[in-house]
């Protein structure tokens, strides 16, 4: 972004298309029309169809991420607990944790983003996808809706069962305390898996979503992660494109898979991250939503996240919707 606004955009950048704030560059003219270039044929129609900006193609969509709840599959078994499929399976099994004497949830409380990625997920999930998207973006004031404060509620859920120093916690440290079974759940992305094997895990371990009230409602928040774009203004368009195209090949995609795990675009590559399926199988079935703030104006998304971290230090509701209703104007 410094760079845009400095003149000295780079020829290939990395992007979130489903953004606002990227259709906004694009609207500035800083992008490359690309639709109808043959690499494009290379990638799901479906993911591509849905970062189109004025039916038009400005980014390459090349992996998705989506939303979920790692746990210790090792440690489950040995303490016979049920994987929960509804909320309240959640909170049993999150009182049976901390009974025996785990820590039920490793959170990082320090990085904001992770924080409002928790609570799209959550909200989500206990709203609806539709009441909930119609919600941050209606004029209703936030403590008027008795299902938000109930899906605020259940994050205190988590924030009540989490290390000591949670709110000092940032990612990796979280990530660590999961993979040394400390903590036997830890609410994340995919893109976790790696950070969790780095870390050193040595136990299996799996993913399930962020559960409903009813499980046939679960859904789970996805989007696409890595993008890119090519300058409108570089001096090299045919070998950013010759790069790009590069990006969509096949063995060039599945490399790129099997190092950061996440979901490919490209269409034949094989999936191979088992770990993830618990959640991965929900963007196969259609039982998913594009994160929220994908809709939001641009500053919406660390507002949101500035927001739910003062509450997870306080637990003032109240204050929480005063913010709310400020930053969306409801």
């Known amino acids: 972004m410094s760079r845009m606004s400095s003149g000295d955009m780079p020829d290939i950048a990395g992007i979130y298309p489903n953004e606002s704030k990227f259709k906004e560059y694009v609207d500035?003219?800083?992008?490359?029309?690309?639709?109808g270039e043959e690499f494009l044929d290379n990638l799901d129609s479906n993911v591509l169809d849905s970062v189109k900006y004025n039916e038009k193609d400005y980014s390459v969509p090349l992996t998705m991420n989506a939303y979920g709840i790692f746990?210790?599959?090792?440690?489950?078994?040995?303490?016979?607990l049920e994987v929960p499929k509804t909320w309240q399976d959640l909170e049993a099994v999150t009182a049976k944790i901390k009974e025996v004497g785990y820590i039920p949830f490793a959170t990082s409380l320090k990085e904001g983003w992770t924080l409002g990625h928790l609570g799209e997920a959550v909200v989500g999930n206990t709203?609806?996808?539709?009441?909930a998207s119609e919600f941050f973006l209606s004029e209703?004031?936030?403590e008027d809706n008795a299902e938000f404060k109930k899906a605020m509620e259940r994050m205190?859920?988590?924030?009540?069962?989490?290390?000591e120093d949670a709110l000092g916690t940032d990612y990796n440290t979280a990530a660590t305390l999961f993979a040394t079974e400390e903590a036997l759940m830890f609410p994340q992305g995919i893109w976790a898996s790696p950070v969790i094997d780095k870390a050193g895990a040595e136990f299996e371990y799996s993913m399930m979503p962020v559960p409903a009230d009813n499980a046939d409602d679960t859904r789970v928040a996805y989007g696409v992660d890595l993008a890119v774009g090519i300058s409108s203004s570089t001096e090299h368009p045919e070998e950013a494109k010759e790069f790009v195209s590069y990006l969509t090949q096949k063995e060039t995609a599945q490399k790129l898979h099997d190092e950061e795990k996440s979901p490919s675009v490209v269409k034949g590559v094989e999936a191979k991250n088992t770990k993830t399926l618990g959640v991965t199988d929900y963007l196969n079935s259609n039982k998913s939503f594009t994160w929220f703030h994908f809709e939001w104006l641009p500053?919406?998304?660390?507002?949101?996240q500035n927001m739910v971290s003062a509450y997870a230090a306080s637990g003032d509701f109240s204050e929480l919707t005063k913010t709310l209703n400020t930053v969306f104007e409801k």
Do not use: P, Q, R
């Open 28 to 35: 500035s003219g800083f992008f490359m029309d690309l639709t």
């Open 140 to 142: 209703e004031k936030a």
């Open 71 to 80: 746990y210790n599959v090792d440690k489950f078994k040995e303490l016979e």
């Open 299 to 304: 500053s919406n998304d660390s507002d949101w």
């Open 127 to 131: 709203m609806g996808v539709e009441k």
């Open 156 to 163: 205190k859920v988590i924030f009540e069962n989490t290390e």
